[in-house]
């Protein structure tokens, strides 16, 4: 069975600094996906990365950044310079790949960050 | 661009009480899927249906039944609510593949908020 671990159910942070969002994973797979979504307080879902298992380069997306490491089963996700907007819950998730039943995500639990100005 | 659409956005039920959550997509995404979110919990799979005709449990089913009316339409019955049942939940789509593999991110709705008195 997977499973996703985010440790830090919350985060309060003061506007500029840096903040990085733990994710730890549990899987027999040797293919499976891994995604970070955001839930802004108007409670929609937002997708923010895919990243695949083979494919364990860092990505940054203008403020964003995630850090891949299979070694540490980890997909931490790191917001530079973080803004009021920001605050959200954020969500790691994974999928196995091989699946002929669709898309099916485990979530983790979820870290609820707070940007203060 | 309406995407996923859920009815109703909000509902209050008494114990033993049923009602249809509705979910609708206009993407002909083959995979809908039913999560529930509780707090502390992130979110957990109900039911899925990963192409239109088949449908199957997830996570947390008990207390629910679903059906894939077309490719587009995927609801969730309660047929006895119990408080236990008070939630948020989001119903998702994804482009699927019927057998093979499947990467795809989930395109959420917005979400439903049901209480269970």
């Known amino acids: 069975a997977q499973k996703v671990t985010q440790a830090q159910t919350e985060i309060s942070v003061v506007e500029k600094e840096d903040v990085t969002l733990d994710c730890v994973y549990e899987t027999r797979d040797t293919t499976y996906y891994l995604f970070w979504y955001k839930q802004p307080p108007s409670g929609e879902l937002v997708f923010l990365i895919r990243r695949n298992s083979f494919d364990e380069q860092n990505e940054i997306s203008g403020r964003y950044s995630w850090n891949f490491q299979k070694s540490t089963s980890s997909f931490n996700f790191t917001i530079t310079a973080s803004q009021v907007v920001d605050s959200a819950v954020y969500f790691c998730a994974l999928s196995e790949a091989w699946e002929t039943s669709g898309s099916r995500l485990t979530f983790g639990e979820g870290t609820q960050l707070t940007v203060n100005p | 661009n309406a995407g996923v659409t859920q009815t109703p956005k909000f509902q209050v039920l008494k114990t033993g009480q049923s009602m249809t959550l509705q979910c609708a997509q206009d993407?002909?995404?083959?995979?809908m899927y039913w999560y529930r979110q509780d707090p502390g919990m992130g979110l957990r799979l109900i039911y899925y249906s990963a192409s239109e005709g088949t449908t199957d449990k997830g996570e947390v089913p008990n207390g629910y039944n679903v059906s894939r009316l077309n490719k587009r339409e995927f609801s969730l019955r309660l047929e006895s609510a119990a408080p236990s049942q008070t939630s948020v939940y989001f119903c998702?789509?994804?482009?699927?593949?019927?057998?093979?593999?499947?990467?795809?991110?989930?395109?959420f709705g917005e979400g439903s908020r049901l209480t269970v008195l």
């Open positions: 998702a789509s994804s482009e699927g593949l019927a057998g093979g593999l499947n990467t795809g991110e989930l395109f």
């Open positions: 993407m002909n995404h083959n995979s």
